[in-house]
């Protein structure tokens, strides 16, 4: 792995974890959202795989999903309103 590849990924990494030490709800369901992504991502390795699919291929996709997470994570966080009732 290059160390652009590698410092790539850490920044989501941090950011993820920095969300989850905050702890709450936000943290509950980001910590559900992880273990699903790498659930379904190895999935997908593994389909992909099978298929034949070179490991640069493979590389791409979860590269592809860690920009996302990347992106998701960077955004300011709002606070929703309750609804009151």
């Known amino acids: ?4 590849d590698a410092r790539a990924g850490k920044q989501p990494r941090d950011r993820r974890i920095a969300k989850l030490m905050r702890g709450g709800k936000a943290a509950q369901r980001e910590a559900q959202l992880m ?16 298929a034949g699919a070179s490991a640069d291929k493979i590389v791409a996709q979860y590269r592809k999903k860690v920009a996302a997470n990347a992106k998701r994570l960077s955004r300011k966080q709002t606070r929703r309103k309750r609804k009151s009732r």
């Open 1 to 4: 792995m290059e160390l652009d």
């Open 35 to 50: 273990v699903s992504e790498k659930i379904l991502a190895a999935a997908n390795a593994g389909t992909s795989l099978m």
